[in-house]
């Protein structure tokens, strides 16, 4: 019920002529059929959906959106984060997903900024995780040896052995 109230009060604010609102739901597909059992709430959502990423399609935009954040940021990108590797270790880290990477992107860019420092480096992006999941900086995706086995796609910024 108290869903139903939430749904109902989202619908009256998108109706303000004199307050304009944007409501993002992002990564919880779930909401959408209730969203759509509210008739006059669906008529007035749109939906974006974005397909995961297919490493071997998008890598290069995984890597050019990493550049135009950090070139917006005024940052130097790193040669280290320009190799294969590292951009498949980002896409890994954000489980495939294009607003998870941006997320991890965008954090790694504010601590570089934090730092005062000119250049996004693959320590930006390990500190990043760090403060997020709580984690060994030696046991991260951008620098654990078998990253691509030890961090799952269901499970974003969890270990493969977490309960």
């Known amino acids: 019920m108290a869903l139903e109230a939430e749904l109902d009060s989202f619908k009256s604010i998108l109706k ?3 307050w304009p609102f944007l409501l993002v739901l992002s990564g919880i597909p779930e909401l959408d059929d209730k969203i759509q059992h509210f008739e006059q709430l669906g008529r007035k ?3 974006v959906t974005f397909t995961d990423i297919e490493y071997d399609d998008d ?10 954040y950090a070139l917006e940021a005024r940052l130097e990108v790193s040669d280290d984060l320009n190799s294969e590797d590292f951009i498949h270790r980002l896409a890994t880290a954000g489980a495939f997903r294009w607003g998870l990477v941006c997320m991890l992107v965008r954090l790694a860019v504010c601590e570089a900024k934090v730092q ?7 320590e930006h992006f390990i500190d990043t995780w760090v ?8 046991a991260t995706p951008y620098n654990h040896d078998s990253y691509d086995t030890y961090f799952r ?3 974003p910024f969890a270990q493969m052995f977490d309960l």
């Open 59 to 68: 890598a290069s935009t995984v890597h050019e959106m990493m550049g135009s």
């Open 45 to 47: 959502v749109t939906h």
């Open 153 to 155: 796609r269901e499970r």
């Open 16 to 18: 303000s002529k004199t």
């Open 131 to 138: 403060s997020k999941t709580e984690m060994n900086p030696l």
């Open 116 to 122: 005062q420092s000119t250049e996004l480096t693959r």
